[in-house]
């Protein structure tokens, strides 16, 4: 990998520059020394951490986040200065669940070196020989990148060095090197929200992680997506709500365990913390729903996306695609007639849960034809969404949520029960002031 080390600037003390013009030139050319990743740069290693902050390093600086600027990345990965790190080849943070002591942390290379972070701290015994902790993964690196078993057929580590990808087991601590000449020389390399990233300049091109493949439409710039840059940017400038802001119009979790929470025209995945939680388009996801959702519930391997009087269904996988000959009417389909407020299927169970005005009504969903099977009144009205898991149901009204502990403690209670708050920790919203 070619460097342009740029050096690290020594930073006085702010009591140190207020006063004079000198002090104002002084300061001017510590910000111009920063590198701006928005004028568009090829950035050396992206690694998230284990809180889901995503780093970006160039140079002997790097950026955390998506947005603000350059700090010398000593300042988040603590021992790197006694080591006389100008620049770094690689980074990537290991996913390794069997061996709690490796999951998670951040490992970055440079030369023939490796270092351990965890919690932003070098870890005792680092920088070690590439050798020790990665035998016969080459030296002097291009990039590298997690992939999880699953996406991997084990829990691995991409490799990057040249055309050639060296695939690390880490179970069995082997490699297997393959030539995927198709793909750009990646300088850094990326795993965001289970879709694989390789950076050559200023630009980026997905690929899977198994053949290499190179996803249609790449390459795209990377100042359009992965940073907030003046004049660039793709529609995605949605900012993180305020808790007591949040309206929902449905949630539901499927069968592999990703949850859904959808607001507008937007959908948002909570299961993904580790990546950051972000929006994106229903239509990104679900192309055919172009206009919002009243309510979606998961049943077996589908999704159910209901607006108006159609019902949506799609098969899940690593894409949900459309059912053939849907949508469908929700008459035809669920036996339901008149606006839908929400919807929900507990787990392991056959019923979903209609919620429509003030009534919840039960239709079994391995009946032919489908019809309501009950109907009860409920002691709450205006509710937005619902769903059900392991610890009862939760029924959501505007940025508030009623917590039962069955379906039916809910359909027989009279009084409802003290709302609670949506907080970051349930929704990933702001909670600030």
């Known amino acids: 990998k070619v460097q342009t080390n740029t050096p690290t600037p020594t930073f006085p003390d702010k009591k140190d520059l207020i006063g004079t013009d000198m002090d104002m030139d002084i300061t001017r050319t510590l910000l111009l020394s920063l590198p701006d990743r928005c004028q568009g740069l090829e950035f050396d290693a992206i690694t998230p951490d284990e809180n889901g902050n995503t780093f970006f390093f160039k140079g002997s600086h790097a950026w955390k986040g998506f947005h603000g600027p350059a700090q010398p990345f000593s300042e988040f990965f603590k021992g790197l200065e006694s080591h006389h790190v100008h620049h770094v080849d690689a ?9 709690k002591d490796d999951h998670d942390h951040v490992y970055i290379f440079l030369d023939d070196k490796v270092f351990s972070f965890y919690n932003s701290t070098l870890e005792d015994g ?20 997690e992939c999880p078993k699953g996406e991997c057929m ?5 490799f990057f060095k040249g055309q ?3 695939i690390y087991d880490i179970s069995t601590k082997t490699v ?17 929200l289970e879709h694989y990233y390789c950076f050559h300049g200023n630009n980026f091109t997905r690929f899977h992680p198994v053949t290499g493949e190179v996803s249609p439409g790449y390459p795209k710039d990377a100042r359009n997506y992965f940073m907030k840059c003046p004049d660039f940017g793709h529609g995605g400038n949605g900012r993180v709500p305020k808790c007591n802001e949040v309206k929902l119009d449905a949630i539901t979790t499927d069968d592999s365990g990703k949850t859904y929470l959808f607001s507008g025209p937007l959908y948002m995945r909570l299961d993904t913390h580790r990546d950051g939680l972000h929006s994106f388009p229903i239509t990104r996801a679900w192309k055919e729903v172009t206009n919002g959702v009243d309510a979606v519930f998961s049943y077996t391997d589908k999704i159910y996306l209901i607006k108006g009087d159609l019902v949506y269904i799609y098969k899940s996988g690593a894409h949900y695609t459309l059912i053939a000959d849907y949508p469908k009417s929700l008459r035809g389909e669920l036996g339901v007639e008149g606006q839908v407020d929400a919807a929900f299927v507990c787990p392991n ?6 919620i429509q005005g003030g009534r919840i009504r039960d239709v079994d969903l391995t009946a032919t034809p489908r019809v309501i099977q009950r109907d009860l009144p409920l002691p709450l009205v205006g509710i937005d969404a619902s769903l059900c898991g392991a610890d009862g149901v939760k029924i959501f009204k505007g940025s508030h949520y009623y917590h039962y502990e069955s379906t039916r403690t809910l359909s027989t209670a009279r009084i409802a029960p003290e709302p609670l708050p949506i907080i970051p920790a349930l929704m990933g919203c702001d909670d600030s002031q």
């Open 164 to 166: 050639d990808v060296h």
């Open 91 to 99: 980074a990537f943070r290991r996913h390794d669940e069997e061996n």
């Open 176 to 192: 297997k090197t393959k030539t995927w000449p198709h793909l750009p020389a990646c300088t850094s390399a990326f795993r965001w």
């Open 126 to 145: 680092y920088p070690k020989p590439m050798q020790e902790d990665f035998d016969g993964v080459p030296t002097h690196l291009d990039a590298a990148v």
């Open 349 to 354: 169970e056959h019923t979903v849960h209609v």
């Open 154 to 158: 084990t829990d691995s580590v991409l």
